[in-house]
């Protein structure tokens, strides 16, 4: 690759998950690879893009970097992008959306630069094509993002079109679904591996289970979706044929993985047949309504991952306070020699579940900063439990 062809792009991502997204992009060839707060900043061929929209089960989007300059005011920033030859990026009878972060930035308005940053690019298709796109915010065909930091703004296209964690398949949400990409960078976290057994026993909608599916049978992330890149006038639609059969003819690393969901309620379970169905895994996850207070671990040895209903309210807090204490009970007495993944945003649960996390990841769900927690029940636990208990000397993290 001789250096004009090398790109620079940024891959937006859930915090936490940073140092999970570039390891992935490295093993997708990524170069130059710089992980920030929010995503991972990296460079390469167009190709390179390419494959990380299709294989990225962790980024939220890919950001093609397209200039960048310094700036005091409003029209600073309208001068650097009216510079730009957009109508060589993108036809001018597509339709945009521009959207604007900012850091530390001394201008007053993120809505009036939004809008300058838009005219910009309109004024420069007008003067040089006499065709300008129009805005769609809705359904864009091409987004552009502007990053503004104290004296210096930068400007993308997306290369991806619809954030990445929508895989394609038609999905039906329940209570509280996780995002794609979280569910996938917690199952990468922890460790578990298509030739381990899995359980998710709050299911709801299927999300770990599609997930650890995916990844089992070797199916990309992107295989079912459109990208944005497609439209850009830059496309070579050959090398992304070729990064696709490439995709296709790679080995699975497990057809037949063991993947356990269960969830309290019929209707969630409903909903995680229908997507897995849609996801094309119609009657391979093992799935039965229950209890996860009442279940029995499905195999001798495996990983667990839960994302327990989280209480806003007074009633459903305390509710939830009695229930982790019979949670980490029923790991003790049942999942000897498992190793159990639970994510919340609930930090009393450490304390409450009555068992000692190996590891705590901090990780945010939108906003909302969470914990990954690790435990690994070990043959015994219960044993010990009750001596300690006999002794009067109960210990709780
Ligand atoms: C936050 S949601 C999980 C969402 C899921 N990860 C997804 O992506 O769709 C919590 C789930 O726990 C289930 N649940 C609550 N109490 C349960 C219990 N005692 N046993 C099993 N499942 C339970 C709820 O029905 C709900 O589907």
Same mark, same amino acid.
């Given at each position: 690759?001789?250096?004009?062809?090398?790109?620079?792009?940024?891959?937006?991502?859930?915090?936490?998950?940073?140092?999970?997204?570039?390891?992935?992009?490295?093993?997708?060839?990524?170069?130059?690879?710089?992980?920030?707060?929010?995503?991972?900043?990296?460079?390469?061929?167009?190709?390179?893009?390419?494959?990380?929209?299709?294989?990225?089960?962790?980024?939220?989007?890919?950001?093609?970097?397209?200039?960048?300059?310094?700036?005091?005011?409003?029209?600073?920033?309208?001068?650097?992008?009216?510079?730009?030859?957009?109508?060589?990026?993108?036809?001018?009878?597509?339709?945009?959306?521009?959207?604007?972060?900012?850091?530390?930035?001394?201008?007053?308005?993120?809505?009036?630069?939004?809008?300058?940053?838009?005219?910009?690019?309109?004024?420069?298709?007008?003067?040089?094509?006499?065709?300008?796109?129009?805005?769609?915010?809705?359904?864009?065909?091409?987004?552009?993002?502007?990053?503004?930091?104290?004296?210096?703004?930068?400007?993308?296209?997306?290369?991806?079109?619809?954030?990445?964690?929508?895989?394609?398949?038609?999905?039906?949400?329940?209570?509280?679904?996780?995002?794609?990409?979280?569910?996938?960078?917690?199952?990468?976290?922890?460790?578990?591996?298509?030739?381990? *057994?899995?359980?998710? #026993?709050?299911?709801?909608?299927?999300?770990?289970?599609? &997930? /650890? !599916?995916?990844? =089992? @049978?070797?199916?990309?992330?992107?295989?079912?979706?459109?990208?944005?890149?497609?439209?850009?006038?830059?496309?070579?639609?050959?090398?992304?044929?070729?990064?696709?059969?490439?995709?296709?003819?790679?080995?699975? *690393?497990?057809?037949? #993985?063991?993947?356990?969901?269960?969830?309290?309620?019929? &209707? /969630? !379970?409903?909903? =995680? @047949?229908?997507?897995?169905?849609?996801?094309?895994?119609?009657?391979?996850?093992?799935?039965?309504?229950?209890?996860?207070?009442?279940?029995?671990?499905?195999?001798?040895?495996?990983?667990?991952?839960?994302?327990? *209903?989280?209480?806003?309210?007074?009633?459903?807090?305390?509710?939830?306070?009695?229930?982790?204490?019979?949670?980490?009970?029923?790991?003790?007495?049942?999942?000897?020699?498992?190793?159990?993944?639970?994510?919340?945003?609930?930090?009393?649960?450490?304390?409450?579940?009555?068992?000692?996390?190996?590891?705590?990841?901090?990780?945010?769900?939108?906003?909302?900063?969470?914990?990954?927690?690790?435990?690994?029940?070990?043959?015994?636990?219960?044993?010990?439990?009750?001596?300690?208990?006999?002794?009067?000397?109960?210990?709780?993290?």
């Amino acid at each position: 690759m001789t250096e004009e062809n090398k790109q620079r792009f940024f891959a937006p991502c859930p915090r936490g998950l940073e140092a999970v997204l570039a390891g992935e992009l490295a093993e997708l060839g990524a170069e130059g690879i710089k992980p920030a707060e929010g995503g991972v900043g990296f460079s390469g061929a167009m190709s390179v893009a390419y494959s990380a929209n299709l294989h990225s089960r962790i980024a939220s989007r890919v950001l093609w970097e397209v200039g960048s300059g310094r700036y005091r005011s409003e029209d600073d920033v309208y001068r650097g992008v009216n510079a730009l030859d957009w109508p060589q990026l993108f036809d001018g009878v597509l339709t945009i959306r521009v959207n604007v972060a900012a850091v530390r930035s001394p201008l007053n308005s993120l809505d009036f630069i939004t809008l300058r940053i838009k005219d910009a690019v309109c004024d420069r298709f007008r003067t040089q094509t006499g065709v300008r796109p129009s805005v769609d915010t809705a359904q864009p065909d091409v987004r552009l993002h502007a990053f503004l930091e104290t004296d210096r703004f930068t400007l993308y296209l997306d290369t991806s079109g619809e954030p990445l964690f929508k895989r394609g398949a038609r999905q039906m949400t329940g209570e509280a679904p996780l995002r794609e990409n979280l569910a996938a960078g917690i199952l990468k976290l922890s460790g578990w591996t298509p030739d381990l *057994p899995l359980l998710d #026993p709050m299911c709801g909608s299927g999300t770990f289970l599609i &997930e /650890a !599916l995916q990844i =089992a @049978r070797g199916i990309p992330p992107g295989a079912q979706r459109n990208f944005a890149f497609e439209k850009l006038r830059n496309f070579d639609e050959a090398q992304w044929s070729r990064i696709k059969t490439q995709a296709e003819s790679t080995p699975a *690393p497990n057809p037949s #993985p063991a993947i356990f969901g269960s969830d309290l309620y019929g &209707e /969630a !379970l409903k909903l =995680a @047949r229908v997507n897995l169905a849609a996801a094309g895994f119609a009657d391979v996850a093992h799935l039965k309504q229950a209890n996860m207070l009442e279940i029995s671990a499905p195999a001798a040895e495996g990983v667990l991952v839960a994302n327990p *209903p989280y209480g806003v309210r007074i009633g459903e807090q305390d509710e939830l306070a009695s229930f982790y204490p019979q949670v980490g009970d029923a790991l003790k007495k049942k999942f000897a020699g498992w190793r159990a993944y639970i994510f919340t945003a609930d930090m009393r649960l450490p304390k409450l579940i009555g068992l000692s996390p190996s590891k705590r990841t901090p990780l945010y769900n939108g906003a909302l900063e969470c914990r990954l927690y690790e435990f690994k029940i070990v043959a015994g636990a219960m044993r010990r439990e009750k001596k300690e208990q006999d002794s009067g000397r109960r210990t709780r993290d």
